[in-house]
């Protein structure tokens, strides 16, 4: 077990520039370990629904998720849309949603 690695990415927004113009984004990136889950039908379903694709469900220890919105993962950028804690367990279950342009521009 624990045989992937993900890489979490926390976008932060910082102050507009001095000219009072745009905004500077500063990520923070960091990998951990993690196990690939088998997403189930209403999970998948329920992403689609909402406009997205639910690509992984991915399992980490709970105490390395740090408020990460996005994820990288085999070479692709997804958005972690839900989190699951199991209530006799220290992991935490990640969604992974591909989704259209309009996140991605938060990049």
Avoid: P
């Avoid at 990415?9 to 102050?15: H, L, P, R």
């Avoid at 951990?32 to 088998?38: D, E, Q, S």
């Avoid at 992974?96 to 309009?102: E, I, N, R």
Wanted: aromatic letters at 12%; one cysteine or more; a positive charge.
């Amino acid at each position: 077990m624990w045989s992937k690695r993900i890489t979490l990415v926390k976008v932060s927004m910082a102050s507009k520039d001095e000219e009072g113009f745009g905004e500077m984004r500063c990520q923070r990136k960091r990998d951990v370990f993690c196990n690939i889950l088998f997403l189930n039908a209403s999970e998948f379903y329920g992403a689609l629904q909402a406009g997205a694709e639910a690509t992984y469900k991915i399992e980490i220890h709970a105490q390395e998720y740090q408020g990460e919105q996005f994820a990288e993962f085999e070479g692709k950028r997804y958005k972690i849309s839900r989190l699951n804690q199991s209530k006799n367990s220290d992991n935490l279950e990640l969604i992974l949603f591909k989704a259209g342009a309009k996140w991605q521009q938060q990049l």
